[in-house]
């Protein structure tokens, strides 16, 4: 599948950001502006190293040696995506390979970022201008307020990055980020979606697990393992968030589904995101670091989290899972609008397959992703690569013919990873950003290299 997916990237959209498999040509999302900066390349390099797909990691390599330059570009950028794809692709690489090249181009590419970080409150703006620096949020964003799972998710990279180039400026940006919203008050016991960075004041109190919120839990926890123990300051936040998250968001439905809901306001809209299923894993691995009458709960709560996640596949006739899916006296864990109705190659579900084989050893977890392996063949593979559908709840659903680089990156690295050796990046030394690059865990890991 992965090479699949490679090889018609490089036959019909080499050096561009995606591929449509479809029209077999370029495409580039909104997130990437105008700019092509090979997004495809960047983002699936250490799965083909990983994978030993020597000759495409190669060419892969040679062409962002060549060519990966932002200095040529005008476009506007998203700070949090460049971030987590190519900021977190080329660490990875670099920290898998201890080639030069990657760390010096992520140097370059996080330089085109600072400026975004240039507000009243230092809360980085959503939206980076390449060529001026003027840095902007989006307008629907709840008064053009910056996102908590945006600015939330920096801390693994631009931490790595300090340490191993010896440039202190991106740690302190992102302390400074911590520390802000550790003094802040929590609605709830939970930090809301939107900051306004010029106030420093919160937008709409909308808490979620999935979109808007997601990977600024995620950051947390990590942010922990990656320091070996250093960073107390992220233990703490993450243990009383997981309890708030249990109190307030965590439901079961009629028929026994666990599931985790959004809260908007005071009022709970019992919707579950595909992005929220990274949570089972999440919560399975952070069980290990909750206080030890606490540990089985949280285990426990992130077995029960993927298994609704797993049945949200289950329930359509493609077996692969719906954008968001909802619960009610009537429907569970079906997506009851059109528009939630999609299947965009996301990987959160395998995520936490992988995580929970890893974890519990359960080989049911190993069925579900070879489900889901062949759900994707059968349904997404074109001629051209492959495709996302409309409808996953019909089996000859339309195809909305873009082929995501996250495809590349996360949903075949972690079904790869699921049923291969635990040696093959082990938890204890690696922890995986969250477009599943792994970066490695100070003190454990000698590929940490920091510049001492």
């Known amino acids: 599948m992965m090479k699949h997916a490679w090889d018609n990237y490089v036959q019909y959209a080499w050096g561009q950001n995606e591929l449509r498999p479809l029209s077999k040509r370029g495409h580039s999302a909104g997130i990437f502006g105008k700019t092509a900066m090979g997004a495809t390349i960047v983002d699936g390099l250490n799965t083909l190293y990983i994978m030993e797909l020597n000759d495409d990691y190669q060419k892969g390599r040679d062409w962002i040696a060549a060519n990966l330059n932002l200095d040529l570009g005008n476009a506007e950028i998203s700070v949090f995506e460049t971030n987590i794809r190519f900021i977190g692709g080329l660490l990875s690489s670099y920290a898998m390979t201890g080639d030069v090249m990657y760390k010096e181009k992520a140097d370059h590419v996080a330089q085109k970022l600072l400026p975004a970080f240039n507000t009243p409150t230092g809360i980085p703006n959503a939206i980076v201008n390449l060529k001026s620096g003027a840095s902007k949020n989006y307008a629907w964003a709840s008064s053009s307020s910056s996102i908590l799972a945006e600015f939330g998710t920096l801390h693994l990279e631009f931490t790595y990055l300090s340490d191993i180039t010896g440039n202190p400026v991106y740690k302190e940006k992102v302390n400074h980020i911590r520390d802000f919203l550790a003094k802040m008050d929590k609605p709830q016991g939970l930090f809301p979606n939107y900051l306004n960075p010029k106030t420093g004041r919160w937008g709409q109190h909308h808490m979620s697990m999935g979109a808007l919120g997601d990977s600024f839990y995620e950051y947390l926890l990590k942010s922990w393992i990656q320091s070996n123990g250093d960073d107390v300051q992220a233990l703490q936040m993450f243990q009383e968030l997981a309890e708030a998250i249990n109190e307030k968001l965590v439901f079961t439905s009629k028929g026994g589904l666990k599931y985790l809901a959004d809260l908007k306001y005071d009022r709970i809209e019992h919707k579950m995101d595909h992005l929220a299923c990274f949570a089972g894993g999440f919560f399975a691995i952070g069980s290990e670091f909750m206080p030890p009458n606490r540990q089985d709960y949280y285990l426990q709560l992130g077995k029960d989290l993927t298994h609704t996640c797993h049945e949200s596949y289950d329930r359509t006739a493609t077996k692969l899972g719906p954008e968001s899916f909802r619960f009610s006296d009537a429907s569970e864990a079906k997506a009851l609008k059109q528009n939630e109705k999609y299947y965009i190659q996301r990987p959160e579900v395998i995520e936490s397959y992988f995580v929970l084989w890893r974890v519990t050893k359960d080989p049911k977890y190993r069925q579900w992703g070879w489900e889901a392996a062949q759900a994707i063949d059968k349904h997404c593979r074109v001629d051209g690569g492959f495709s996302g559908l409309k409808n996953v709840y019909m089996l000859d659903s339309a195809k909305d013919d873009v082929q995501q680089s996250f ?35 100070k003190g454990k890991n000698p590929a940490y290299k920091a510049v001492s």
């Open 407 to 441: 495809f590349l990156a996360e949903t075949l690295k972690y079904l790869y990873l699921l049923f291969s050796d635990d040696d093959l990046i082990p938890l204890d030394k690696w922890v995986f950003n969250t477009e599943a690059h792994p970066l490695p865990i």
